[in-house]
Structures are given as C-alpha cells and as structure tokens.
C-alpha cells in the first residue's frame, strides 16, 4: 500500500461519521461524541486497513465480497449512528443512508477522474480534495436537511425507501457482477445514477421545504388572526374608554360648578355625592385612553396597552415612533408582532431581582424607505441563542412562541431580523 493510499484510507473512513454526527443531534456531551467518534474511526480505520493488507486479492477475485464488505460497513454506521445519535430510528437510518450514498458519488467521481486521465494517484489526490470540500458542503446545507427532517418527523419511513434504493444500485453498479473500477464501460451509467441521485434530493428539498414553509405561514396566520381579534376588543375597550374620558371632561366643567356651589352652601353631602359620582366613572374606565404614537388605531392601542402593563411592574418604559407613511406590511401583523415583543421585554424585567433596574425602550424610526424599529429591554443575561438562526431558544414549556411568530413575519415581509445581547441589555432590531 502506498502513501497516498494510507492518506485516502485516514480521510474517507473518518469522513462518513463526521458526515453522520454533522446532521444528527448529539446524544451525549460534545466533548464525549467527539471522543467517542475518534475511538470509532480509529477502529475503522484499521478494519480497512486488515481488509486491503490481507484480503485484497480476494474483494478483486470475489465481487460480492466486497458487495458483503460495503454493506457491512453501512451497518456499523447505522449502529454507531444510534449509539451517538438522539434521532428516531426513522430518521437516523435516513441520515446514514443519505451520507453513505454522497460518499459513493464522491468515489464514483474521483474514479472517474483516474480513468479519463489514466493515472491512479490522481484519483487518490481527487478523493483528498473532494471529501473535505462534501464535508464542507453538508455543513452548509445543514440547517435546511434539517428543518426537512424535523418537519418529516414521525412520517420518513415514506421517504426511507429513496436513499435505501438508491444505495443498493450504487452497490450493485460498483460491485456486481463485476467492481467498477474493473468494469470502466460501466462509468457513464454510474455517473448518471449519481446526477439522479443529486437531483432526487434537491427535488426533495424544495418540495418538502416548501411544505414546510407552507405550514409554518398558514400557523403564523391563524395565529396573527386570534392574536389581531384580541388586540382589536382590546382597542375597541380602550375606545369605548377614551369616548367616556371625552364626555367626562365636557361635563367636569358643570360638576365643578355644582360642587362649588354645594361647599358654598354648606351642604357637604351633596358635595360629597358628586365626588363619588366623580369616583365611580374613573373606576368604570378600566384602561386609559389611547396615546397617539402612529397613524394606525390598533398599533397605538397595542402599545398603550403594554406601556400600562410595564408600569404596573414598575418598569421604566419609553416609546418612541414616528409616522409609518410608505412601509407596506400589514399593520395588525405588526401589532401582533410589537405585542409578542414588549410582552417578552416586560416578562425578561419581571424576572429580574428585587433592586436591580428595570426598563425598556422602544424607538422606531424611518430609514430612507424602510422603517427601523429597535427594542431594547434589561435582563439577567441568560439567554441562549439558536446557532443557526440567531433566535432566542428558550427551554421553559409554552415559551418561544412568540419569537417564533415575529421570526415568521420577518420570513414572510423579507424583513432582517437581528438579536443581540450587551451588558445585560438585550435588543431586538427589525429593518421592515
């Protein structure tokens, strides 16, 4: 065996689990997978190692030796998939599948490399480069395999069969009843088999990425309905409210009157009776009236309503918005979405100690032709973030949902959504 054979056989036995621990969740600690995935590619490595130093010739003389060798080795993957893996077995075996197919199409081509060219190290040399760059590739496509797979969660066994398939006539193509690299005519068939192949999970991905985005809009809408129909008897009470606000003033000026009347004549029951009168239409009120901070009803009615709630927490609270002439979004999305935000401030304050300052501020503003809108809240500095989306995991039962829809109505207005967190200040931007 020469040397650039000992270096393919170092990249490509360790290359399948990396592939393999990149798309899966980790059952044990990081520290722990890393190791225990190290101690597997060892032993790996050196099973191959015995197969070609001791049993080489008979793979070349017995093809479905090494058809019995290859499937063998998907085998010890799948099991050491679901030792290291938390996955349901469905989509475990989706995901050994799927890598041990990418790692024959990366074969297939580095061999097919060598015999256009007709020089062996080329083909190792190509194997070198190409595993790393696929390596690099999945962990870029990482996130989106695994938003297909989540939402397939429970419904993959459908869709097992296609890598499962695809695998057995990769096997069949490079082992029976002669090994590809003994059979070249047989090349162009194999790379055909892997433009199928690439073109069958990029048609997945759309599709079931579609289906995904789908159901998460027709949720997001459902849920910006109720949540709209809620804040609307909201701004309905804090209209009834204001109208009640309107007419006490005009007729204060009589009472007024009437009282002075009274304490000039000395009847102070009569006094008295008026200032309960007074007292029983503020407390009939309920809420305040509706400050204007923009040209839309509900989203002032929103606002007041969570600037009411901060200040009975004793939480010092500003807002500030200017006019939202030209930004086209729904408002009452956006009403929903300012709710989930300063209902999240308010309860990130609630959960401060006793003693330690609590505030928000909220500033929007127009840039140009988009509408800027920052929110910035104290906090106790324990928040984790998602790696790959950059929103605010939370880990307590019923929480999150509200990150999630103003995440879905950034998605569906091509808004940029930023989180951020500083000094125990966390801030939320959005760029409409």
């Given at each position: 065996?020469?040397i650039?054979s000992?270096?393919?056989?170092?990249?490509?036995a360790?290359?399948?689990l990396?592939?393999?621990?990149?798309?899966s969740k980790?059952?044990y600690?990081?520290q722990?997978?890393?190791?225990?995935t190290?101690l597997?590619t060892?032993?790996?490595?050196?099973v191959?190692?015995?197969?070609?130093?001791?049993?080489?010739?008979?793979?070349?003389?017995?093809p479905?030796?090494?058809?019995?060798?290859?499937?063998?080795?998907?085998?010890?993957?799948?099991?050491?998939a679901?030792?290291l893996?938390?996955q349901q077995a469905?989509?475990m075996l989706f995901i050994?599948?799927?890598v041990c197919?990418?790692t024959?199409i990366v074969d297939?081509?580095a061999l097919?490399?060598?015999?256009w060219?007709?020089l062996?190290?080329l083909e190792?040399?190509?194997?070198l480069?190409?595993y790393p760059?696929?390596i690099l590739?999945i962990?870029?496509?990482?996130?989106?395999?695994?938003?297909?797979?989540?939402?397939?969660?429970?419904n993959?066994?459908p869709?097992?069969?296609?890598?499962?398939?695809?695998?057995?006539c990769?096997?069949l193509?490079?082992?029976i009843?002669?090994?590809l690299?003994d059979?070249?005519?047989?090349?162009?068939?194999?790379?055909?088999?892997?433009?199928?192949?690439?073109t069958v999970?990029?048609?997945f991905?759309?599709?079931?990425?579609?289906m995904h985005t789908?159901?998460?809009?027709e949720?997001?809408?459902?849920s910006?309905?109720?949540?709209a129909?809620?804040?609307?008897?909201k701004?309905?009470?804090a209209?009834?409210?204001?109208?009640k606000?309107?007419?006490?003033r005009?007729?204060l000026?009589h009472?007024t009157?009437?009282?002075?009347?009274?304490?000039?004549?000395?009847?102070?029951?009569?006094a008295?009776?008026l200032?309960?009168t007074i007292?029983?239409n503020?407390?009939a009120?309920g809420?305040?009236?509706?400050?204007s901070f923009?040209?839309?009803r509900?989203l002032n009615?929103?606002?007041?309503?969570y600037?009411?709630?901060a200040?009975?927490s004793?939480?010092?609270i500003?807002v500030?918005m200017?006019?939202?002439?030209?930004?086209v979004?729904?408002?009452?999305?956006?009403?929903?979405v300012?709710?989930?935000?300063l209902?999240?401030a308010i309860?990130?304050?609630?959960?401060?100690?006793?003693?330690a300052p609590?505030?928000?501020?909220?500033?929007?503003?127009?840039?140009?032709k988009?509408?800027f809108?920052e929110?910035?809240?104290?906090c106790d500095?324990e928040?984790?973030?998602?790696?790959?989306?950059g929103?605010?995991?939370?880990?307590?039962?019923g929480h999150g949902?509200?990150?999630?829809?103003?995440?879905?109505?950034?998605e569906k207005?091509n808004a940029?959504l930023q989180?951020?967190?500083?000094?125990?200040?966390?801030h939320?931007?959005?760029?409409?």
């Amino acid at each position: 065996m020469d040397i650039l054979s000992v270096l393919v056989q170092i990249i490509c036995a360790p290359s399948i689990l990396i592939l393999i621990m990149v798309l899966s969740k980790f059952r044990y600690s990081r520290q722990t997978t890393i190791i225990a995935t190290a101690l597997m590619t060892v032993f790996l490595i050196a099973v191959d190692f015995c197969v070609v130093f001791f049993g080489d010739h008979l793979v070349e003389s017995y093809p479905l030796l090494d058809f019995i060798y290859r499937i063998s080795n998907i085998l010890v993957a799948a099991i050491i998939a679901a030792f290291l893996t938390r996955q349901q077995a469905d989509q475990m075996l989706f995901i050994v599948l799927s890598v041990c197919v990418s790692t024959y199409i990366v074969d297939t081509i580095a061999l097919t490399i060598r015999t256009w060219i007709g020089l062996y190290p080329l083909e190792l040399a190509f194997e070198l480069l190409l595993y790393p760059l696929m390596i690099l590739l999945i962990i870029r496509i990482r996130r989106p395999f695994l938003e297909v797979i989540e939402y397939m969660k429970g419904n993959i066994w459908p869709l097992f069969f296609a890598p499962a398939l695809l695998l057995a006539c990769f096997l069949l193509q490079i082992s029976i009843p002669k090994r590809l690299v003994d059979a070249p005519e047989n090349i162009p068939v194999a790379l055909m088999l892997c433009g199928v192949t690439i073109t069958v999970y990029v048609l997945f991905y759309y599709l079931f990425r579609a289906m995904h985005t789908k159901s998460a809009l027709e949720h997001y809408a459902v849920s910006m309905k109720l949540s709209a129909y809620s804040l609307e008897s909201k701004n309905n009470l804090a209209a009834q409210n204001e109208k009640k606000i309107s007419l006490f003033r005009h007729d204060l000026r009589h009472i007024t009157r009437m009282m002075a009347a009274c304490l000039d004549n000395g009847d102070i029951s009569s006094a008295r009776e008026l200032l309960s009168t007074i007292d029983k239409n503020i407390g009939a009120w309920g809420a305040s009236a509706i400050q204007s901070f923009t040209t839309h009803r509900l989203l002032n009615a929103t606002l007041c309503h969570y600037i009411d709630l901060a200040k009975e927490s004793k939480i010092d609270i500003s807002v500030r918005m200017s006019r939202m002439d030209g930004v086209v979004v729904d408002m009452n999305e956006l009403a929903v979405v300012l709710a989930n935000a300063l209902e999240n401030a308010i309860e990130a304050c609630k959960r401060l100690p006793d003693g330690a300052p609590r505030a928000i501020r909220m500033d929007g503003r127009l840039r140009g032709k988009q509408y800027f809108l920052e929110l910035v809240n104290t906090c106790d500095g324990e928040i984790s973030f998602h790696p790959d989306t950059g929103i605010p995991v939370s880990h307590e039962d019923g929480h999150g949902a509200g990150s999630q829809s103003i995440a879905y109505f950034a998605e569906k207005y091509n808004a940029v959504l930023q989180y951020q967190l500083k000094n125990n200040w966390f801030h939320l931007r959005l760029l409409i």
